[in-house]
């Protein structure tokens, strides 16, 4: 017979072993039904390498089908070796005096293999973009590497490249925080950074060495520093689309003058530390008419605050940039986010992916983080523009990267939320690299994928030229040709980043094959001279890209 004694003492233990129970069964519930989400939302996940050597900062494709990645050089040990005898030596490092470790890499997709490269002078929150002729051309930093210029020609993936530090010429402000873009011409145009309210141009122009003040970056200033990384597009009428903080002007950057205000975006400041995101949507048609979208950020003050927990904003702003009366179109996104990428798809669409649901860029001033993506379709009404996709598993908050790449699939690189690599935190340094395959590549869609049978090296603007294409079903509709370029992405922003779609007649039988008329972009505003990825698209499938030389 059981005691009061022994009664006072079972049952708590029962009331526990069910509370132990049920905790059970409502995590194996919660796991089912999440389970069972992701099966049923679009798109999936690889893990492409699981160890990169480094978290990547910056990344970029190249013409070889490589990817570098490149993350800063003062931050210590990282997980991968330089070659043998390469070391960086540097007496001011105030963590490695003699640094034999790589922080930056090059990953070959046909493999995954990776190989170390070799960074000088400090690359932290700097800015990239790729010239006419394939060359990444990368500028400023911190420290040393504040007014430098560097430049990596990429190569075979069995061949040797690796960066080069100009000695003969270097930028004539430091750039921290700044943003390039490439221009009709060729040049690029650097814009901005930390304490830096100018423009300058590399190569530099005749007559027009050094800086130009650019006002407007002052004019937006706040005491958070909310005009950093601007959002830089070039529009197809050759200004450029210039956003910091929460406003945007039109420039004319031959004439060096605003030659338009446009209304002030509503949400709070977009640019980096409040780490909102930016695309231009695809050209077509007659290459006129270029539509800006700002989605996400954080609230202001967060930044100020150090604030990890304050919602962020969902809101996303569109604007038609070459309307003679623009204004701002707004809705808002399944999940407020800040830190997330922006990737424009080959079809045109938008994939928004990374980051967090609260806090503010920074160093572990973050916390939630946004695992699911979003697509956004702009040829849809207002209020089903968005559609979410499967989520991920790995946290891709403070330096992380997203990156389309030749296959159509996304590269998802870097997050390191933390001065130092940190592997023991809640949200630890990164070094795996994941894919993200939209719901173009699922098996259900590979009857209808064309491939590029045929196309040209080199086209020149406005050239008529063909494309041939194979596809396993009979072709209905028009099959697109759509030039996408490889931008630089950091901090939440792809610099650079472009989709045209070419003016293209219906595809006709031509020998087992189909035949595609096609005309190049008509110049370098609408297209800046460079490689492209070209994708042929067949009801919103796209090819494996074929990489083309578009010259003047």
């Known amino acids: 017979m059981s005691t009061p004694s022994s009664l006072s003492l079972s049952l708590p233990f029962a009331m526990a072993k069910y509370a132990s129970s049920l905790r059970w069964l409502l995590q194996s519930l919660i796991f089912t039904i999440l389970s069972t989400v992701r099966a049923q939302l679009p798109g999936t996940w690889e893990l492409l390498v699981p160890n990169a050597g480094v978290a990547s900062m910056h990344t970029a494709v190249t013409r070889f089908n ?202 709070g400041p977009r640019n980096y530390p409040s780490a ?80 967090a649901q609260a806090g503010t860029q920074g160093f572990e001033m973050a916390s939630n983080p946004c695992l699911y993506p979003v697509l956004y379709r702009p040829d849809q009404p207002v209020g089903l523009r968005f559609m979410t996709l499967n989520p991920g598993t790995v946290p891709r908050m403070y330096h992380s990267t997203a990156n389309l790449l030749p296959d159509g699939r996304v590269l998802i690189a870097g997050s390191n939320p933390h001065y130092f690599y940190k592997f023991g935190a809640e949200f630890p340094t990164e070094l795996r690299l994941e894919t993200f395959s939209p719901e173009y590549l699922s098996p259900d869609r590979a009857n209808v994928r064309p491939v590029i049978e045929g196309i040209p090296e080199t086209v020149r603007y406005g050239e008529a030229f063909d494309v041939f294409v194979s596809v396993s079903l009979t072709v209905v509709g028009i099959i697109e040709v759509n030039f996408g370029n490889a931008p630089f992405a950091t901090h939440s922003f792809s610099q650079g980043q472009r989709l045209v779609k070419l003016n293209v007649t219906p595809s006709v039988p031509d020998s087992g094959r189909y035949r595609i008329k096609c005309k190049a972009p008509p110049n370098g505003a609408v297209a800046p001279p460079g490689y492209y990825m070209v994708f042929a698209v067949n009801q919103g499938v796209p090819s494996v890209a074929r990489w083309v030389h578009l010259v003047a």
């Not at 493999?111 to 010239?131: A, E, K, V, Y």
């Not at 830089?232 to 004439?255: C, Q, R, S, T, W």
């Open 66 to 267: 490589t990817v570098v990645l490149l993350d800063r050089t003062n931050i210590g040990p990282s997980r991968k070796m330089l070659t043998k005898g390469h070391c960086r030596i540097d007496s001011n490092d105030v963590v490695l005096k003699k640094d034999c470790f790589a922080h930056s890499v090059v990953l070959d997709l046909q493999t995954n293999q990776i190989r170390p490269l070799m960074i000088l002078t400090d690359t932290w929150c700097s800015s990239g973009q790729f010239l006419p002729d394939g060359t990444l051309v990368q500028t400023g930093g911190d420290l040393d590497g504040f007014k430098k210029i560097r430049k990596f020609e990429p190569c075979e993936p069995g061949e040797f490249c690796d960066w080069v530090e100009l000695k003969d010429v270097e930028l004539a402000n430091g750039r921290w925080y700044a943003t390039n873009q490439i221009l009709p011409d060729g040049r690029v145009i650097i814009v901005g950074g930390r304490g830096t309210n100018t423009v300058e141009y590399y190569p530099p122009r005749k007559n027009k060495n050094g800086a130009i003040e650019l006002k407007f970056l002052a004019d937006v200033e706040d005491n958070q520093m909310d005009n950093l990384y601007p959002y830089v597009h070039l529009l197809p009428n050759g200004h450029l689309f210039i956003f910091a903080n929460n406003k945007a002007v039109m420039y004319d950057h031959e004439g060096n003058r605003v030659i338009r205000d446009y209304p002030a975006l509503s949400g």
């Open 276 to 355: 909102g995101s930016s695309v231009m949507l695809a050209l077509e048609g007659d290459f006129s008419t270029a539509v800006i979208v700002i989605c996400g950020g954080a609230q202001y003050g967060a930044f100020i605050e150090r604030s990890t927990d304050t919602p962020a904003h969902g809101s996303c702003g569109r604007i038609v940039a070459t309307d003679p009366k623009p204004g701002w179109e707004m809705e808002d996104m399944p999940y407020g986010r800040i830190m997330g990428d922006m990737v424009m798809l080959p079809t045109g669409d938008t994939l928004i992916i990374n980051g």
